[in-house]
């Protein structure tokens, strides 16, 4: 099959002797799985280039998704990330590409989440929407820039349910480009598992990903506040320059 690596590779955006906060591209994923094909993942590549075979990721960024990655670089590290994600005290900020142009600068949705079911217009099984008897979720919205029918959003998750932002912004008709669940398009996911990755379907998606990124790590450690950010990718960066 060749090689399927991506060519963006990770990389160390901020060295601590706890930690890493690496770059995790689009299309690699945070962790090796089973899967019929190679699929690159952060971790087995950082141990790689580290000699560092301790690391282990404290949370987790979908494939698709690009931005700030945690790894611990020992077991204490590892226990301590646990008890700062346990507690809700690490801060993430993600940005996101949409369709569509809130009346909002500036939004709270407090909104519960769950699957959605099979049945009716979902055939997707892991299909979340907001529905009465979901796990609370709450996600705060700011408009960063409009442009040609199109927002640019800064969300930020104060819990951590599947699929959660993508979710919150499907419920607010402002569906995210490149997403394949929530987008506009509700059978491009189902075209997708059985073709995989074609230019038609780039061409109905307007990307080949999802356009959420995780800009922004904050946490708390040894007495002091740790910030990790990651600027837009430039597949990103092209999409919202390329709007007229």
Known sequence: MGDLTPPERPHIVLEHPDFYVVHKPARWLTHPVRSAFPVPDVVSFMQQETGEEGLSPPHRLDRETSGAQVLSRDTDAARRFFTLFKTHLVGKTYQAIVHGQPTWDDFVLDAPLGELGLGGANRILIRQAVVPDGRPAVT???????????????????????????????????????????????????????????PELTARLGLDRQALHASRLAFPWDGAQVVAEVELPEDLRAYWEGLA
């Open 140 to 198: 705060h919205f700011r408009v960063l820039s409009r442009r040609a029918g199109h927002t640019l959003i800064e969300a930020y998750p104060r819990s951590g349910r599947l699929h959660q932002i993508r979710a919150h912004l499907a419920h607010l008709g402002l569906p995210m480009v490149g997403d394949k669940i929530y987008g506009r398009d509700p059978a491009v996911f189902l075209d997708f598992m059985q073709t995989g990755q074609t």
